[in-house]
């Protein structure tokens, strides 16, 4: 009966072993192929969509598989001092399941909750990189707000006015050749002021308030954090300029206009709590300071 046990432990401790130290290297492997795999993708938005719908899942898995091999490992502790059977052999192999589980759990918070902070810097890198025209091989320009809105439609203006898409316009100034990019309004979630994380969603919208024509005139969106569940929410104004009110505007010179993503002020009222209200640039924030009036704050 020892003899058995003996035998056992010595291929289960050998199993244990190659097995974990193979597993780990798959996942090691796993991870450099997902680089692999984002740097034969040609196209700088194919490559954006890419990074911006799988990076994290893959990273889930590279966890998740090393996660495994550790847990193998850990069914190797003192194999070489414990020749039989007994107890500490469910033992072990519980704390190799259960330190498993929590590896592959830390790591899943961490990249839903912190991680896509990181991603940030990286789509924002190939979303705004130089295209460059496939038929002339001419660096594109990166129109502005005012400028883009003459070559969209109505429907993209309107996904445009109520931040749920954002379209990227390129031309290229010698044949004039126009590429529109469609992007989702906010490259990520945003920071939720209660826990801290990049985890605050918008979660439904609704119009509060219509002009005379009957068309939207004030939105209302309702944000929740998918970490701690706390809510708020925010009005934005929807503007009614058509796009052949951009025709005649001359864009407005700025440093960077494509770094600022959002601006978010903060108003703290006392006994009322704080409100908050986010806007797609500085002159629409200033606009708001000028009107606001405090004795309104409801």
Known sequence: MNSSSSGFLEIWSSIMTFGGIAIIAAGILYYFLYFFRVSIIPDFKSKYDF??????????RVFLIIAVGIGFLINTYASKTIDQMGAWFFVRFFFGIAGATIIAYVAALILDNWYPTKINSKLRKWRYMPRINAKTGNKMKLLSEDEEDVHLDAGMIAEENVFSIDYDVWIDESS???KIEKYSGHLIALRCNNCGFFTMKVVKEE????????????LLKNYQCSYCKNKRATQFTISTREAE???????????SPRSIELVKIEIAAGHK????????SIEDAQRFLEEFDFDKLS
């Open 207 to 218: 119009i509060v308030e219509k002009y005379e024509d009957g068309s939207p005139k004030e």
């Open 51 to 60: 990074i911006n719908t799988s990076e994290i899942v893959w990273f889930k």
């Open 176 to 178: 004039k050749e126009i």
């Open 273 to 280: 709590g704080n409100k908050f209200y986010e806007f797609q």
């Open 245 to 255: 009110d951009y025709k005649n505007v001359k864009p407005k010179s700025t440093k």
